[in-house]
């Protein structure tokens, strides 16, 4: 979940946006209008927490341009009061309004509460496939055994939940790159290369140090299981990461292997079909002209 925080006063926007860190949801910062008016119609937010009183753009003639053109769940957080103030917001398109001072879990149970709604999720709690997840209490069980997540971890399964039946290409992508970053040394390299061919698109990921023993190779993608369970808990992790990617590209009737030298490093490389993902096949002539 990817949330966008305009605010410009540093100390608060520093404690918004860590606090929202620390739940597990990625966060831009914009300090102005014109710089959030910009990343909101820039990239896909699954909700945006907006001051009104900003420099350059008002949050208000932010939230008027932001409505011509975008329906992201927007939660206005001002120092006004009124009920003007706040009949105007809601009328400008804004879903809630949040008076100052406020209390950083008023904020977030606000926040849970606009992605469901725009997910057409009327509950905080969610089952599918044997997965029950209380996007209120931020926890997984699993055939009703109780899954311990990180807050990352949480924020990808919650992802998958709440889309559930949708392509979310970049689910796989946080897996993937979560676990080559989490495993690798100190002085390690990361590698991650996105690309398409005529048939599928291509993402591979490529690490350079630790490896994964012969032994574990045929488990990798089993529920729950990890590699070396002593480094595991140094860095944190389930065994869940790589089983939900490759039921995710499986969903979409792709492929994921990987090939690994231990002691030498990892390759994974997921294929999903261009046409299940929407991407329509470019003619070489129309590719040479762009």
């Not at 879990?105 to 599918?128: F, G, M």
């Not at 392509?167 to 002085?187: K, M, P, S």
Request: glycine share 8%; aromatic share 6%.
């Amino acid at each position: 979940m990817r949330i966008l925080v305009v605010e410009d006063e540093p100390e608060l926007l520093s404690a918004v946006a860590q606090s929202l860190r620390e739940e597990g949801y990625a966060v831009d910062e914009a300090v102005d209008g014109v710089s959030g008016l910009f990343k909101a119609q820039s990239w896909e937010y699954d909700a945006i927490v907006l001051d009104l009183m900003l420099p350059g753009l008002n949050g208000w003639e932010l939230l008027e341009r932001l409505r011509k053109t975008r329906r992201i769940p927007v939660l206005i957080l001002s120092a006004r009061d009124t009920v003007e103030d706040r009949v105007d917001g809601l009328d400008l398109g804004a879903d809630d309004y949040l008076v100052k001072p406020f209390e950083l879990a008023e904020l977030h149970a606000r926040l849970r509460s606009l992605i469901r709604r725009a997910a057409n999720q009327p509950t905080a709690r969610i089952t599918v496939a044997g997965a029950e997840v209380d996007l209120k209490a931020r926890t997984l069980k699993f055939a009703g055994r109780p899954v311990e997540l990180t807050a990352r971890e949480f924020a990808i399964v919650e992802l998958l939940a709440l889309r559930r039946g949708e392509v979310v290409t970049r689910t796989q992508i946080y897996d993937l790159v979560g676990n080559a970053i989490a495993f690798n040394n100190e002085g390690g390299r990361v590698e991650v290369r996105l690309f398409s061919d005529e048939e599928d698109a291509v993402l591979t990921v490529r690490d350079n140090v630790i490896g994964i023993p012969a032994r574990d190779c045929p488990k990798i993608f089993q529920r729950f299981f990890r590699v070396d369970k002593s480094r595991t808990r140094a860095v944190g992790g389930t065994g869940l990461g790589l089983a939900i990617c490759k039921t995710f590209v499986e969903a979409h009737r792709g492929t994921i292997d990987f090939e690994s030298t231990e002691g030498a490093g990892t390759t994974f490389r997921a294929r999903l079909p261009r046409a299940n993902l929407g991407i329509k096949r470019t003619s070489p002539a129309a590719a040479n002209r762009d």
